[in-house]
T-cell receptor
C-alpha cells in the first residue's frame, strides 16, 4: 500500500530551465510534507517543507506547491543548476512521528 | 564534524551471521531513527527512539534489535542474517519527534 507516489523515476532538464518534480498521495490525513535531496553514497538532505494549511512555500530557487483537493504536491526548481542533479524524495506525515517516503525521482540537469 | 555518522559504510556477510551497525549524532537531538531502503528504493522507517525510549517499532522481524545506550547513539543489531536483509540502512535524528530529520550516509549491507 504505497501512500506516497512519485510516478516519474527520472527527469532530465537543461541548465537554467525549470525542473518540476511531482508527488501524489492517497492519505487525506497527511498534514505535513517534506522534500529531501539525495546524492549518491550520501544520506537524504532536507530541502523544503510545507504544512497542509498552506498551498505554497518558497525558499530561494525552490518552491513547493500543495494541492490538497488533488492530493498532489510538486517541487519547482528554477533556474536548475548542474549541482541540483540528485534523487529527490517527497515524504508525508499524518500528525504522527512517522514519515512515509516516495520512491524518489532522479533529476539530471544537463549543462 | 559529521552530524550523523554510521559505521561501517559497507558490510558484506554470510547468511546466518549476526552483525551490528552503529550510529552516532552530535547534533544534540532527542530523537533517532533507523530506516531501510530496499532494492526498489522504498525508504521505510523501522524504529524510532526518543530520549532512549522506543517510540516507533514498525513491523520488523524481531531479529532486528535497536539499542540506544544514550541519546547520541542508536545501534542496530541484526541476528541470523537473511538474503532479504540486503539493503541500505540509514540512521537519522531530529530535534524532537515529528520534526525534520537529518540522515547519516547509510550502510550498505550485503548478505551472501
Amino acid at each position: 500500500d504505497q501512500q506516497v507516489k512519485q510516478n516519474s523515476p527520472s527527469l532530465s532538464v537543461q541548465e537554467g530551465r525549470i525542473s518540476i518534480l511531482n508527488c501524489d498521495y492517497t492519505n487525506s490525513m497527511f498534514d505535513y510534507f517534506l522534500w529531501y535531496k539525495k546524492y549518491p553514497a550520501e544520506g537524504p538532505t532536507f530541502l523544503i517543507s510545507i504544512s497542509s494549511i498552506k498551498d505554497k512555500n518558497e525558499d530561494g530557487r525552490f518552491t513547493v506547491f500543495l494541492n490538497k483537493s488533488a492530493k498532489h504536491l510538486s517541487l519547482h526548481i528554477v533556474p536548475s543548476q548542474p549541482g541540483d542533479s540528485a534523487v529527490y524524495f517527497c515524504a508525508a506525515s499524518a500528525g504522527t512521528y512517522k514519515y512515509i517516503f516516495g520512491t524518489g525521482t532522479r533529476l539530471k540537469v544537463l549543462a | 564534524d559529521t552530524a550523523v555518522s554510521q559505521t561501517p559504510k559497507y558490510l558484506v556477510t554470510q547468511m546466518g551471521n549476526d552483525k551490528s551497525i552503529k550510529c552516532e549524532q552530535n547534533l544534540g537531538h532527542d530523537t533517532m531513527y533507523w530506516y531501510k531502503q530496499d532494492s526498489k528504493k522504498f525508504l521505510k522507517i523501522m524504529f524510532s527512539y526518543n530520549n532512549k525510549e522506543l517510540i516507533i517499532n514498525e513491523t520488523v522481524p524481531n531479529r532486528f534489535s535497536p539499542k540506544s545506550p544514550d541519546k547520541a547513539h542508536l545501534n542496530l543489531h541484526i541476528n541470523s542474517l537473511e538474503l532479504g536483509d540486503s539493503a541500505v540502512y540509514f540512521c537519522a535524528s531530529s530535534q524532537a519527534l515529528g520534526l525534520v530529520q537529518f540522515f547519516g550516509p547509510g550502510t550498505r549491507l550485503t548478505v551472501l
